[in-house]
């Protein structure tokens, strides 16, 4: 059974950068036809895309978000991160990574992490 | 603002049959299948529904899509008090080249 786990810091100050991790298990992310996204949730609204990583490494980010994101991969440690810098209030957020059967031409998230709540504030 | 659009609420008593619509664009429904996710209070989103009406193992029946231009349709039948919660329609957007999400539906079982 595959399972997705987040991890990271729960506040980060304004103008920092946020790092989370999401451990995979059950299922290889380096043999995997498989994408893996991340996926935010500000509290009390609704779902946002942020980005997707091929387990070639490609990786895809939403526009909006386009030069504050980087998703990258550790196959050793079956891994992949998120990265986004410049951080406002309006990054508030549950961040949850998930899996991605597809990327083109849908939004096929099969299984998802539990979520990890961010908050930024000094 | 989200892409595609949702009504914000929708109610039933159980037993009931509850549909909850999800308009978009030729850009984005009116081109690419269309997901559902369900979000239970306090819990991760979960896939309800993807390629427009194929449910994934474990998913009851009584959930069912639709789609014609550029609306979709999620269908609950026999509303049970455990379906409280939120729905989002999901698909691709070919102008944005990515995934959107609707704003959300939240679904209440009087």
Do not use: M
């Not at chain 1, 790092?19 to 380096?30: E, N, P």
């Not at chain 1, 036809?33 to 070639?56: A, F, H, M, N, V």
């Amino acid at each position: 059974q595959v399972h997705l786990r987040e991890s990271g810091p729960g506040l980060v100050k304004p103008s920092e950068t946020l790092s989370l991790i999401c451990s995979v298990s059950g299922d290889s992310i380096s043999n995997s036809d498989s994408y893996w996204g991340w996926i935010r949730q500000p509290p009390g609204k609704g779902l946002e895309w942020i980005g997707s990583l091929y387990y070639t490494g490609s990786a895809y980010y939403s526009p909006s978000l386009e030069g504050r994101v980087t998703i990258s991969l550790d196959t050793s440690k079956n891994q992949f991160s998120l990265n986004l810098t410049s951080l406002t209030a309006a990054d508030t957020a549950i961040y949850y990574c998930a899996r991605e059967p597809y990327h083109a031409g849908a939004c096929w998230f099969d299984l998802w992490g539990q979520g990890t709540l961010v908050t930024v504030s000094s | 603002q989200s892409v595609l659009t949702q009504p914000p609420s929708e109610s039933g008593t159980p037993g009931q049959r509850v549909t909850i619509s999800c308009s978009g664009s030729s850009s984005s429904v009116g081109n690419n299948f269309v997901y559902w996710y369900q979000q239970l209070p306090g819990t991760a989103p979960k896939l309800l529904l993807h390629r427009n009406n194929e449910r994934p193992s474990g998913v009851p029946d009584r959930f069912s899509g639709s789609k014609s231009g550029t609306s979709a349709s999620l269908a609950i039948s026999g509303l049970r008090s455990e379906d409280e919660g939120d729905y989002y329609c999901a698909t691709w957007d070919d102008r944005l080249s990515g995934p959107v999400f609707g704003g959300g539906t939240k679904v209440t079982v009087l």
